[in-house]
């Protein structure tokens, strides 16, 4: 046998060795998991770990803080819930308490107290976290989106912003022009994929189903009037690969120079000052651009939970108390600089003073709406949209699909979801 | 002779079963355990953290007759055919290379073996920015030299979107196929070929009636174990395409994961992964009498 | 008559146009990624900037993986969790390889069957079932919940490989061994394995390989940042929603691989030598 082989043999032994030590007892202290979504702004996160932290030491507690990235928190999220394997705490993104309710600890004992001091949590919140009638977790913030432009390029071409999405097409197609397009993306991304359809269609007053939740409401007018909006805007101001983008393509883009327009969080205000800053100075936000029937955007409170299979509930629920109290929001929230607005309406009076281009980053909670509008919360409308089922249907349209062929198809689809024939 | 033939026929057998006990063992605890636990929850109409309720083959029922998983199946097949055929061929070319004497071949088998190293998370990463409408690599190349005015849609058109997840599982998985051939070809004795030489055979016959021949057990595995990694990749599609555009790349793989873990229906995805389990034992099974034939 | 060996331009044709080709494919990623992770930020994401050139070289994004990011623990996790698993696999897989491909017994073919079949579960299909299983057994969380359920894939793999590669080598060494009085585990561990030491690097280095990169098990089981692997560490807190920090996920991507290319290019050495000698003709 060669001598090295040998060699390693040896040193792997000597590791299992020490892997298969007891390690020292750190069984001492109770021990408590929390995972949340990484902020792309580093110092966010330190800040979160310095919290959690900051109570552990009082408690006398080990916390093991876990970063994942946000497409990989819902599968944490589902694993855990299913297999009783996963952290105390976790970081909820929108319908998930919906999903398992009984599975969440009740927090409902930790509401009075936070609303009497900082006045009513936002009702969307509300409505993401409340299943029948018990609070499954505590609202945390939410990145809402906002039409992100070039006031240069705009004023270049002599346009105001738009405020209707038939305006932003008009702009849309001047920019296209100019080499600096109006884009939104149409792919299988969870976050600005779901936001380009959801929002086009709620605007012309089209619906995935009726306020009782169940009847399906898809096939109507105003989803032609929605579905033909995209089919214009793909074919005269949008880039041609809009069907292959993810979330992070309009971000490339637009800090590229390729994009002057788009919907997305303040994120990419954000990035330009250290990853575009000649370009900085120029971007502002404005609302999403309203349709003839309203001005409403899919929403994406994230909230923390306690998982029913924690062994440390009671603890685990104060670190929660903790984290959502005030004063830990207002600072969380001042170090995300403006990108993460509050779910509390009297925490702006905690909060540092915004940067006035993010003003209208916390106007948009009042035009947010959950998948499955004007129904309330269900499972279905969640497999809806984690399917991606009304974004292909939109891809369709783009691709060539005769738009009513298109709608039938998604509402077959929709009523398998459903459970209907 | 026989008593002596005999006890060591009983010793073999003996020692046989013992050391194939370990393997067993962990491959029953955990393998075949949650394998058959998960095969029970396709049974049901298991949502995440709800248990479900028994309903036979009623998900296998509802996913035959469903559009995207045809499609879904369809791809899987196509994407193993082309992605496999093309490692093997490339990967014997490559191994014909590397086998040369040459200064600095241990820096170019080291080299070669990148693509198969980097986490695959990562180079999938990479490949997602090289095939970007506005920053990739390729487009940027092709506009500039003049080929194209507009960029090359990789993840945009269907058909462009599948050649492209093929290609990133080709240019990870040909070093599996070209160190196995290397394997191989120490083995096979200086003496053939060279006996082959002396009988006038020139590169050509010696590679297919020496080479070939002598790599035969090493290409069967080889080709087998790829088939199985390339049918149930999932990390190239999640990364790239995530199953679009308009499901035109979407993988069982990629499909049962968003099905389970998205879309909250378990015992569905679960489903959809089981049918890999049939699909596959067919292709290897075919594979193998295919070879065996060959051989005979 | 002797063979014409042709003269330079033969060997221009068949080793080096190919190679020069062979080494473009593999590495003109590597060369992006090289770039991409020493290109400052602002080069980065200008599009008028050449993707395959860099300007302003800058080590910051490899500098800040160590500084602001627990890198070096994690690739600590993943030395130790592929090590080990690797190292299982390869006994386990050793001792089935070589049971299936020399020593007759009843059920010999059904049980090698068995264990590829055992192979084709997928694991996006085991994972969820697998985390009831490891927290049962109470090593959720833990590095032990990995490099116990790795060898799930890892020992079929090596099984069926090291299989295949002791049918290659002639069964007439070990016979005579055994006819002069050798045990079978005898002739394995002295004549064998020396034998087979191409086919178990090649088997050893690929297990390392596939526990090095694989991410569904280790984002599963695992919650510690402490105990994180590589690839679900960095893809974790490196690529957050709609802004991925691509210069340190590509330095990540460099340091992840590199060391394993230069080990094996040093182990390549152990192919080169030995089989093709008078131990082969016995």
Known sequence: ?????????????????????????????????????????????????????????????????????????????????????????????????????????????????????????????????????????????????????????????????????????????????????????????????????????????????????????????????????????????????????????????????????????????????????????????????????????????????????????????????HLTDGPQMARWLDSTEGAGAGLLAGLGKLEKARDPKLAVVLKAIEWGRLPGWPGPPTRESAEVHAKYVLVDMAQNVVKGTPIPQAIEQTVTEMKRIYGQR | MNGGTGRLLARDAVVGYLWVTPALLLLGSLVAYPFLLALYWSLTTKTAGIPGVFVGLDNYVYLLGSPTFRQTLANTFVFTASSVAAKLVLGMAAALVLDQTFRGRNLARGVFLLPWIVPTSLSALAWLWIYDDFFGVISRVAIDVGLRREPIPFLSDSILAMFAVVLVNVWRGVSFFTVSFLAGMQAVGQELYEAAETDGAGAARRFWHVTLPGLRPILAVATLFSVVWTFSDFTIVYIITRGGPANSTHLLATLAYQTAIFGGKVGEGLAISSFMFPLLVLVIFLQLHFLRRAQS | MAVRRGGPTRRVLVLWVPLVLLMAFTLFPFWWMLMTSIKPDTELYDAKQSPLWVKAATGAHYRDLFTQLPFLTWVGNSLLVSGTATLLSLAIGTLAGYSLARLKFRGATTLGTIIFVAYLVPTTMLFLPLAFVVRWLGLYNTPWALIATYPTFLVPFCSWFLMGYFKTIPREIEECAIIDGCSRAQALWRIVLPLATPGILSAGIFAFTFSWNEFIYALTFVQSPSYKTIPVGVVGQLSTGDVLFWGKLMAAAVLGSVPIALIYSALSGHFAAGLTTGAVKG
């Open chain 1, 1 to 321: 046998m060669p001598k090295s082989v040998r060699r390693v043999a040896l040193l792997s032994l000597i590791l299992l060795a020490l892997v298969a030590l007891p390690g020292p007892m750190e069984a001492q202290q109770p021990r408590l998991g929390i995972t949340i979504s990484a902020w792309f702004i580093p110092a966010a996160n330190d800040l979160f770990k310095q919290m959690v932290a900051e109570w552990a030491k009082q408690k006398n507690v080990t916390v093991d803080v876990e970063l994942v990235s946000e497409g990989d928190l819902t599968p944490k999220f589902t694993t855990a819930a299913e297999t009783g394997a996963g952290p105390d705490i976790i970081q909820v993104a929108s319908l998930g308490p919906h999903l398992f309710p009984d599975k969440l600890v009740d927090v409902s004992d930790l509401v009075p107290a936070l609303e009497s001091k900082y006045g009513p949590i936002a009702q969307i919140a509300k409505d993401a976290v409340v299943v029948r009638g018990k609070w499954r977790a505590m609202p945390f913030y939410a990145t809402p989106q906002v039409l992100t432009y070039r006031e240069d390029i705009l004023k270049e071409i002599g346009e105001p912003v738009p405020d209707t999405w038939e305006d932003a097409l008009r702009v849309g197609k001047k920019l296209k022009a100019k080499g600096v397009a109006w884009g939104e993306a149409l792919g299988h991304c969870p976050v600005d994929c779901i936001t380009t359809v959801y929002s086009i269609l709620w605007a012309h007053g089209a619906k995935e189903v009726e306020k009782d939740g169940r009847t399906i409401a898809l096939n109507s007018p105003e989803t032609a009037k929605a579905l033909d909006f995209i089919k214009r805007a793909a074919a005269e101001a949008w880039p041609a690969g809009v069907v292959g983008w993810d979330n992070s393509s309009n971000n490339r883009a637009f800090l590229g120079g390729q994009l002057g327009m788009t919907v997305n969080a303040a994120t990419i205000w954000f990035a330009s000052k250290k990853q575009a800053p000649a370009i900085s100075a120029s971007i502002n936000h404005a609302p999403i651009p309203r349709g003839p029937a309203a001005r409403a955007i899919p929403f994406w409170p994230t909230s923390l939970a306690v998982f029913a299979h924690s062994k440390q509930q009671a603890l685990a629920k104060d670190l929660v108390r």
